[in-house]
Nanobody, 115 residues
Framework: QVQLVESGGGLVQPGGSLRLSCAAS????????MGWYRQAPGKQRELVAG???????NYADSVKGRFTITRDNAKNTVYLQMSSLKPEDTAVYYC?????????WGQGTQVTVSS
């Protein structure tokens, strides 16, 4: 069974940067598009970035120009480089297939943007 393990979250000041990683076991990358999702307290989980196996990316308007998604197919790992972070980026971040999540969710990684 495929498992997803997210890491790299933490507490950062507004304007700061973080790099998240998502390590997948198994051959999940043969499926195609992977994405990063986030869920803020009291809100629904939302897709913020996606990347195809070939490297084509797309982003939610709220993060466009600030977040960059990349993937290393050889390592079965997806990354999310986040910069110019804002308090409204505070959430638990998850990875999964996109735009429809088809794998059991991992534990996520908490990102808190606060001064």
């Amino acid at each position: 069974q495929v498992q997803l393990v997210e890491s790299g979250g933490g507490l950062v000041q507004p304007g700061g940067s973080l790099r998240l990683s998502c390590a997948a076991s198994g051959s999940i990358f043969s499926i195609g598009t992977m994405g990063w999702y986030r869920q803020a307290p009291g809100k629904q989980r939302e897709l913020v970035a996606g990347i195809t196996r070939g490297g084509t990316t797309n982003y939610a308007d709220s993060v466009k120009g600030r977040f960059t998604i990349t993937r290393d197919n050889a390592k079965n790992t997806v990354y999310l480089q986040m910069s110019s972070l804002k308090p409204e980026d505070t959430a638990v971040y998850y990875c999964n297939t996109a735009p429809v999540p088809t794998v059991n969710w991992g534990q996520g990684t908490q990102v808190t943007v606060s001064s």
